[in-house]
């Protein structure tokens, strides 16, 4: 793929780790260049430090990925330290600056809570915090904080240094990386939903990632290349990174594509439309 800017993957099956040469094969013919990796306890830290000690001899660095939007909740602040103990036991423990995380890449969703259709505002002002709480925690570590958000974050304010701010400006200003699930199945439209953030990335000199997606979701608006195939997303894929450097000015870019699992699988030209396929809806190709 020809872009200009990181490209990163989601590595959700922890058992990917043990077939290390199959996936790092497949990432580096795709021109990867940060997997984001599931978080799993159970699993010995030998097996990630081999894993990210040999993406680091592909140059692709590595960061387990949080996950669990109940963590910004009391219920889940418990689990939540957990997943802090376990990264700073694992750092610690490494033998070499190629067996450590590069950061944190978490895709806590508040918007997943059951909380969020009656208490909209106690959960973004609880997101508020967790990310807070996520950044004071990577600054001790020296590593750096990612965060992945819908698109449409910008609908919701949040007061931070007596400002009231978009959920997404203030998602940027504290994070390292701001990773946009900009699900769409072409480059204009990817463009659009991440037009307003790429636009804050050089007021605060930080990230931001465009994301696409190849998993089997249909919505009323076609968000994936499931159907459409690599073909189909390599093309969009360069066709956005033109956008980005002809209509854009971030201070650093990145794209990513929704995730390893499908990706590996997914045709030339798209898996077969089955019966499932929502061939009334003229968003669909």
Request: glycine fraction near 6%.
């Amino acid at each position: 793929m020809v872009h200009s800017g990181t490209l990163g993957t989601w590595i959700w099956n922890i058992r990917s780790i043990s077939k290390a040469d199959e996936v790092i094969a497949f990432l580096k013919s795709k021109g990867v260049s940060e997997a984001y990796l599931a978080y799993h306890p159970q699993t010995p830290h030998e097996e990630y430090r081999n894993f990210v000690r040999q993406c680091s001899l592909s140059r692709i660095r590595v960061a387990p990925i949080g996950a669990d939007a109940a963590w910004i909740l009391e219920r889940g602040a418990r689990e939540f330290r957990q997943f802090l103990d376990w990264f700073r036991e694992y750092q610690a423990g490494c033998g070499s600056v190629e067996e450590k995380f590069y950061g944190i890449h978490f895709d806590v969703e508040p918007h997943q809570l059951a909380e969020w259709e009656t208490q909209t505002a106690f959960v973004v002002e609880r997101y508020k915090e967790f990310v807070l709480a996520a950044e004071r925690f990577c600054r001790e570590e020296n590593v750096l904080l990612e965060v992945d958000i819908p698109f449409w974050f910008d609908k919701y304010t949040v007061a931070d240094r007596d400002e009231q701010l978009p959920l997404s400006e203030f998602c940027i200003r504290h994070c390292d990386t701001t990773l946009l699930m900009s699900y769409r199945d072409n480059a204009r439209a990817a463009f659009e939903c991440g037009k307003f953030e790429l636009g804050l990335s050089e007021k605060y000199k930080k990230k931001v990632s465009l994301a696409l997606e190849t998993g089997k979701i249909y919505e009323e608006v076609n968000i994936t290349f499931y159907h459409l195939g690599t073909k189909a997303l390599e093309r969009e894929l360069r066709e956005l990174a033109r956008l980005v450097q002809e209509q854009s000015n971030p201070h650093e870019i990145g794209y990513a594509v929704h995730y390893y699992e499908c990706w590996s699988t997914l045709p030339e030209y798209g898996h077969p439309k089955g019966a499932d396929y929502p061939h009334w809806n003229p968003n669909y190709a």
